[in-house]
């Protein structure tokens, strides 16, 4: 791992903390931070020049570096400042009458759960989270356990690519093909999924798709993306209306002209997509993700065994990537959550879910092993002290 701790000093991050929560948001290499910073003060040498004309350019150029990264049309794709713009964006078009149900899963991210039970509650719909058995064994149970909420009311199924709170990849493809054969549209949350895994929105063959750039893409913070079907861009209209509805100057794209231009903003972090994307290839990032997975898997059984509990899935490529969570018992998480951070210094996740409660670390180029032993030996004083069951 020594070519991956040669990343460290390639990030801002702090050196005294332990950073194990790359999947909430993505340190920023230096490299891409001072290009960010070089649009910002393009912006300011022409405000008025650069937010209506050079830095649409480089949007442009932007949009078309992430649709080749992740395998689709450009004009498919809107760049965004977060995934729940998008979801908000989505789901606040689809129309739904009384007694309609949007199907998800119990293990969602508290956000869009809230944005669907705003939506539906307006709409007189219903929001059905479908249990999902955990452990998670194969994608064959885990899709009889999602269809199995399937109604003559189901208008749309909306899950996660990568979860938040469990860290697992859902077999998001074969959900997919069986929504295919039932003629129900599918909504993917994929906010953990550009840079942590392979992400092909082609062959994916979504309906929808939103993913955020500055997590595991490693760009500024506010930059996302939303894709939507062609047939079905004219059905998804704009959170905000603004000059690009009814545009006096249209462009060959409705799509992009609702949702590009949303009013007065500093778009300089949707602008360096380019740039984190070639610092990935300078770095050789596909090796930098494989060592992380496998430092992830190393220490999974060291990692449960600590808090007394199990493993949510199978240790294969297939349901996890360069997050691992096990459940927890604590009498307090938010304290434990402070005393990680603020004691101790490591800057790890302590999610609810339900009725659970997550503990998750992330790894990635900057991390080694000496930052989970740190976290092992952390979880035994904790435990010691009674904030850890």
Not at 16 to 37: C, E, H, S, W
Request: charged share 20%.
């Amino acid at each position: 791992m020594s070519q991956i701790n040669a990343l460290k000093k390639l990030f801002y991050l702090d050196k005294d903390i332990t950073y194990l929560n790359f999947g909430a948001f993505g340190a920023t290499p230096i490299d891409v931070m001072k290009r960010y910073q070089s649009y910002q003060i393009e912006l300011e040498h022409n405000p008025v020049q650069f937010i209506t004309q050079k830095g649409l350019e480089y949007l442009s150029a932007s949009r078309q570096a992430l649709a080749d990264y992740i395998h689709c049309d450009s004009d498919d794709i809107v760049m965004m400042t977060n995934p729940s713009y998008a979801v908000n964006t989505i789901a606040k078009s689809i129309k739904l009458m009384p007694g309609d149900e949007i199907l998800t899963t119990n293990l969602e991210y508290g956000a869009c759960d809230k944005t669907w039970n705003f939506v539906c509650n307006e709409k007189g719909a219903k929001y059905i989270r479908q249990h999902i058995s955990l452990p998670l064994t194969d994608s064959s149970s885990f899709v009889n356990d999602l269809f199995s909420g399937v109604s003559d009311k189901t208008k749309l199924i909306f899950i996660s690519h990568i979860t938040s709170s469990t860290a697992l990849i859902f077999p998001v493809e074969a959900v997919i093909k069986k929504a295919k054969t039932l003629n129900i549209p599918v909504f993917i949350d994929g906010a953990h999924a550009p840079g942590h895994i392979h992400l092909d929105l082609k062959a994916l063959d979504a309906d929808y798709y939103t993913g955020a750039c500055h997590k595991w893409m490693m760009a500024p913070k506010g930059s996302s993306f939303m894709y939507v079907r062609k047939s079905l861009q004219e059905t998804v209209y704009p959170l905000v209306v603004s000059w690009g509805y009814e545009a006096l100057f249209p462009s060959h794209s409705i799509f992009l002209d609702w949702h590009q231009m949303n009013g007065t903003r500093d778009y300089s972090a949707l602008l360096c997509v380019p740039e984190s994307i070639k610092f990935m290839e300078r770095h050789d990032w596909a090796q930098v993700s494989t060592a992380s997975r496998k430092m992830v898997k190393d220490n999974a059984e060291a990692f449960a065994a600590s808090l007394n509990s199990s493993l949510l899935a199978p240790l294969d490529d297939e349901f996890i990537g360069q997050m691992l969570s096990v459940e927890i018992q604590t009498p307090d998480p938010d304290r434990l959550y402070q005393t990680f951070v603020h004691q101790y210094h490591i800057e790890i996740p302590v999610m609810r879910q339900a009725d659970k409660v997550y503990l998750r670390y992330s790894i990635n180029g900057f991390n080694n092993q000496q930052d989970l032993d740190r976290l092992f030996y952390v979880i035994k004083k904790l435990k010691g002290e009674g904030l850890i069951l």
